[in-house]
């Protein structure tokens, strides 16, 4: 099973959960005084929180949004054309309802894949802690200091930033290792399976 990451985490509820290569958020509401300005305020903020779970708008998968009066549709809709890449459009539903507080009119949640650049290799040994990006940075891989936060810095920015937040500032990696990772074998000793 895919690791679960949740984000925002509080008592009740999580601003998003990743698993897998998917991220699902909860439904966001705004601030503003119209359905426009909410609409805007709303995506404002799956922006911010698509970006902490290493994908983007680009990557959307479906939406569903719920308003409080149907006949603001079009309002609602031309702050969200100007939002989304065109391309790259969700499967979408628009619903009319009640929502949780009088001064909210809209809500929008949705899912998102996250996508990382297949030549962006990333491995990670639980029994040797070692992580890292050979594609993007063989030769620090080989030589890193263990003083040297480089790896952290020089990770690819198509690799999610919680994945980017976990590289270890200390790296013990010798270039026996970093040569069996850049082959795709795993780094323990003697092992001699592919890497997953």
Not at 93 to 111: D, R, S, T
Not at 167 to 195: D, F, L, Y
Request: proline share 6%; glycine share 6%.
């Amino acid at each position: 099973m895919s690791e679960i990451t949740r984000l925002k985490v509080g008592p009740r509820m999580s601003q998003a959960v990743v698993h897998g290569n998917t991220v699902y958020l909860a439904g966001q509401v705004g601030q503003g005084a119209t359905f426009g300005e909410q609409t805007r305020s709303i995506l404002q903020t799956i922006d911010a929180l698509l970006a902490e779970a290493g994908t983007d708008k680009t990557k959307l998968l479906s939406a569903t949004i719920w308003i409080t009066d149907m006949s603001k549709f079009a309002e609602m809709n031309a702050v969200w054309d100007s939002w989304v890449t065109p391309g790259h459009t969700p499967g979408r539903a628009c619903v009319e309802a009640k929502l949780a507080a009088p001064q909210y009119n809209v809500e929008i949640a949705v899912i998102a894949a996250i996508y990382i650049d297949k030549k962006f290799l990333l491995l990670f040994s639980k029994k040797k802690r070692f992580l890292s990006y050979p594609f993007a940075s063989r030769p620090r891989c080989a030589k890193a200091s263990e003083s040297s936060p480089t790896f952290a810095a020089s990770a690819p920015a198509a690799v999610p930033a919680r994945a980017r937040a976990a590289i270890p500032s200390k790296m013990t990696a010798n270039r026996k290792q970093a040569n069996a990772i850049w082959k795709g074998v795993s780094p323990s000793p003697g092992s001699r399976r592919r890497a997953k």
